[in-house]
């Protein structure tokens, strides 16, 4: 290619991954159950199977959940979890948090549980001597493609995280040594709100970039 | 538009997006140290600010180092733990370990420490209360938006994990509280590699897709 084409070729790539990146959203109201194609779905767990991982060991597994008795039970568990944390709220924060939808569990067209398996790779994970956590690091990377590229075909993905380890442990039979990380209701959508639904409900607002960003050394930015 | 265009346009996006989940790397060798301009390192920033967070707490702070002393001191001390890790090897691994680069500290044009902070966002973090490590995922999310806007842009980046978190906190004066999770050597790049290093030099193969998919509960593939 000429420079110029190349030009061209990385600005038209930069603005569509940066669209992807800004219309996704955290979807809890918004699925509409339809079915997803397997190839759609194939495509999306791809890109996440393509994410980092300390020293190769892609420690990541994903459970497709679409049986509606499994989500049911889970959608149960975290209605409680939910009470739980409504209850430790003050009046104020506890009315906002009301108004709050926190999963699309039975909604959405599947769950998709991501695990992280810390005995991946052997006994020698090239990186990870001196940090124990990369491993699960690279798990949580794969869940950041996972759902840029669900955004991209056009699906919502929504995390939810109002739950206990060991029940969804139990729930799905994923053994001792496994770490369910995530249950990301994933599916057909009727649109992605353009605002997210926390600052919409007015929990909490953005925090600007400037504020994030420092020179060579921390800051306090107070 | 019509339905046909915004068919199109889906599938532009789609192929590009996994176009740049294929095209990263983790760099090591190919930085060649060009300054990169102050817009696209916001660019790419705002990208990795732009990651969901639970209970939009955006727990992440971003240390641009470009300072040389500052980072030869952390090259100094990545050197000591490639060290560690390779006389925990036995013979076999170590002689192809011995041929790995893990780091390009100084040779790319900066780094970008990511930190997590779990004060952030107050006391009742909507979506933390049965998962304390969700705030940690946040942060890490953060870091794959930022890898593949470094992707998409035409940068290298390599995450740096041979190093003890107490030594880089005292190296940038972080504050205890905050916790730094990756050293990202980010820069200017000859090119990028198209087989990841540590399968181009035996160190680890990669494993299929279908062994990672498990469909409504757990099952062991082996």
């Not at 040594?177 to 929990?203: F, K, M, N, Q, Y």
Request: include cysteine.
């Amino acid at each position: 290619m000429s420079p110029s084409a190349t030009a061209t070729s990385a600005a038209s790539s930069t603005a569509t991954l940066y669209d992807v990146i800004e219309r996704r959203r955290d979807v809890r109201a918004e699925f509409t159950g339809e079915p997803v194609p397997e190839e759609t779905l194939l495509r999306v767990l791809g890109a996440a199977h393509r994410a980092p991982s300390v020293g190769m060991s892609q420690p990541w597994d994903f459970v497709v959940v679409r049986d509606p008795v499994v989500r049911r039970a889970f959608r149960d568990h975290v209605a409680d979890e939910r009470d739980t944390f409504a209850a430790s709220l003050p009046p104020e924060r506890r009315s906002t948090f009301d108004k709050i939808k926190v999963e699309g569990i039975c909604e959405s067209s599947m769950g998709i549980v991501v695990t992280h398996s810390q005995d991946r790779g052997g006994q020698h994970v090239l990186g990870r001597h001196a940090i124990a956590d990369a491993g699960l690091f690279s798990s949580v990377l794969a869940i950041q493609n996972l759902w840029l590229a669900a955004t991209a075909e056009g699906l919502g993905l929504g995390w939810v995280s109002f739950y206990r380890e060991p029940f969804l442990r139990d729930l799905l039979g994923i053994p001792a040594a496994v770490r369910p990380i995530a249950w990301l209701c994933v599916g057909t959508v009727s649109h992605l709100e353009t605002v997210p639904d926390l600052e919409r409900h007015g929990w909490r607002s953005r925090r600007s970039l400037a504020d994030a960003i420092h020179d060579n050394a921390w800051r306090d930015h107070a």
